[in-house]
């Protein structure tokens, strides 16, 4: 896949205050994705039943949600909508049906992948909210793409070095700071349940 090159507008106070809007977005975005697919995957496994009639069990509940009219765009991996967003051609509620689909799917038990349904929510998610700020569609859904995913996984280094492969190297700083940011404000939970917290940096408070 071939994304776009994303330029920057001047910046000046007003386009660093929409940074912060989108990354503190995309934080509750991670906050809100992390704590369903968490309650969903606690509920599941509290439930005493068999785990092969639970697997049937879960197997249906998640046939009849994804084969809903409402889900029928979020079924698979969803590669074909990567690029969407940098061409505002995209479904604005999209990121919010993704989330859903996603964490029920993990929550459940049926484990895949999870960085590119992420890639997803997080470009969806920073079109939409260009809607509403004076960022670029594409530099806000680049920011989204890379961030949301590094910051769930408390990667900063990550995020910047994604950004720059995919998108060029004009906005690193910005791919840096949102990370960061969506980091601290996703919670303490991310991706990955035995990652180590270094001494030196500050934890998230929540």
Same mark, same amino acid.
């Given at each position: 896949?071939?994304?776009?090159?994303?330029?920057?507008? /001047? /910046?000046?106070?007003?386009?660093?205050?929409?940074?912060?809007?989108?990354?503190?977005?995309?934080?509750?975005?991670?906050?809100?994705?992390?704590? @369903?697919?968490?309650?969903?995957?606690?509920?599941?496994?509290?439930?005493?039943?068999?785990?092969? *009639?639970?697997?049937?069990?879960?197997?249906?509940? *998640?046939?009849?949600?994804?084969?809903?009219?409402?889900?029928?765009?979020?079924?698979?991996?969803?590669?074909?909508?990567?690029?969407?967003?940098?061409?505002?051609?995209?479904?604005?509620?999209?990121?919010?049906?993704?989330?859903?689909? $996603?964490?029920?799917?993990? =929550?459940?038990?049926?484990?895949?992948?999870?960085? $590119?349904?992420?890639?997803?929510?997080?470009?969806?998610?920073?079109?939409?909210?260009?809607?509403?700020?004076?960022?670029?569609?594409?530099?806000?859904?680049?920011?989204?793409?890379?961030?949301?995913?590094?910051?769930?996984?408390?990667?900063?280094? $990550?995020?910047?070095?994604?950004?720059?492969?995919?998108?060029? /190297?004009?906005?690193?700083?910005?791919?840096?700071?949102?990370?960061?940011?969506?980091?601290?404000?996703? =919670?303490?939970?991310?991706?990955?349940?035995?990652?180590?917290?270094?001494?030196? @940096?500050?934890?998230?408070?929540?």
């Amino acid at each position: 896949t071939v994304y776009p090159s994303i330029s920057l507008p /001047p /910046p000046n106070i007003q386009f660093w205050l929409h940074i912060i809007i989108l990354s503190l977005f995309l934080g509750l975005i991670g906050f809100i994705y992390k704590a @369903l697919e968490s309650n969903i995957y606690k509920w599941a496994d509290r439930l005493s039943t068999h785990f092969i *009639l639970k697997g049937i069990i879960f197997g249906l509940i *998640l046939y009849f949600i994804l084969t809903s009219k409402f889900f029928e765009s979020c079924i698979g991996l969803g590669s074909e909508k990567l690029l969407e967003p940098f061409s505002n051609n995209f479904e604005n509620l999209f990121f919010l049906k993704k989330i859903i689909s $996603t964490s029920i799917s993990i =929550g459940l038990g049926y484990r895949g992948g999870e960085a $590119t349904p992420l890639f997803l929510i997080g470009s969806h998610a920073g079109a939409f909210i260009s809607n509403y700020i004076s960022l670029p569609i594409q530099l806000s859904a680049g920011i989204g793409f890379v961030a949301l995913y590094c910051g769930l996984a408390k990667t900063p280094l $990550t995020g910047m070095f994604l950004g720059i492969e995919l998108f060029s /190297p004009q906005a690193w700083f910005l791919y840096l700071v949102t990370t960061v940011i969506v980091i601290y404000f996703s =919670g303490k939970h991310g991706l990955f349940s035995k990652q180590e917290w270094s001494d030196q @940096l500050p934890k998230p408070l929540f």
